[in-house]
């Protein structure tokens, strides 16, 4: 009995690590804004592939502001649950200015004829020669790389905003 305690014991130790490991934050202590954006950029990069699953925040498939809250969040960034509540974190960036990293937001009329944002993504490159950007995303064809010169992108561009460094 007193070896099968002993072995339940160390079941638990090993399983309390690996439930730890899986939500721990992936930033190292002494890192750059460019290196934390960098290993940002190649976390996100591990869910291409994964289906589009709406309403949710899960590794098992995500939806637009569940994948960019799940990825910012394994960095130490806790984001709104909605695109147009994220959109009110960190700071507004011009096209001009923007960088790896930043947020990027979508938006859609509505039936009535307002406009409301709908969708995020994570820019991932950037090319200043003409302001577009390639950015990762959650859609109906789940997480990919899709770039800003997409016509359905230009047409609901809504704007940039800053979470890592924006002090």
Do not use: W
């Not at 947020?103 to 406009?115: A, I, Q, W």
């Not at 800003?148 to 992108?153: A, F, Q, V």
């Amino acid at each position: 009995m007193k070896q099968f305690t002993i072995f339940l014991f160390l079941i638990t130790l090993n399983l309390n690590a690996v439930f730890a490991q899986s939500d721990s934050v992936h930033r190292p202590v002494f890192q750059t804004i460019e290196e934390e954006i960098d290993s940002l950029i190649e976390f996100s990069k591990q869910f291409i592939g994964l289906k589009y699953k709406y309403g949710s925040t899960s590794p098992t498939g995500f939806d637009c502001s569940g994948f960019v809250g799940h990825i910012f969040s394994k960095f130490g960034y806790k984001l709104g649950r909605s695109s147009s509540d994220q959109y009110k974190d960190g700071v507004f960036v011009s096209v001009e200015n923007m960088k790896t990293g930043d947020l990027v937001f979508f938006r859609e009329k509505n039936r009535n004829g307002t406009y409301r944002i709908n969708h995020v993504g994570i820019i991932v490159s950037v090319n200043t020669a003409n302001n577009t950007f390639r950015f990762i995303h959650s859609c109906y064809r789940g997480v990919l790389i899709d770039d800003s010169t997409m016509e359905y992108y230009q047409k609901r561009f809504y704007g940039i905003r800053r979470i890592i460094g924006n002090e």
